[in-house]
């Protein structure tokens, strides 16, 4: 997990860019939302705020890479 205080992408750009990484590497249905949440240095409550749930993140991820 990568936090610099430096940092000055949000919560929901952290998640996402966690999100594609993890989901390229292990595929959707091996990666769980606690993973992501940890790659991101966030907690799973916020992922799920932002997301609602790990299909709404997938929808979120083909979003931002089409």
Known sequence: MDTESSDNRTGSQRIL?????????????????????????VSQALVVHHFGSKDGLQRACD????
């Open 63 to 66: 979003h931002h890479v089409a």
């Open 17 to 41: 860019e966690a999100a594609i990484n993890l989901f390229g590497r292990n595929g959707v249905k091996g990666t769980s939302m606690r993973a992501i949440a940890e790659e991101a240095g």
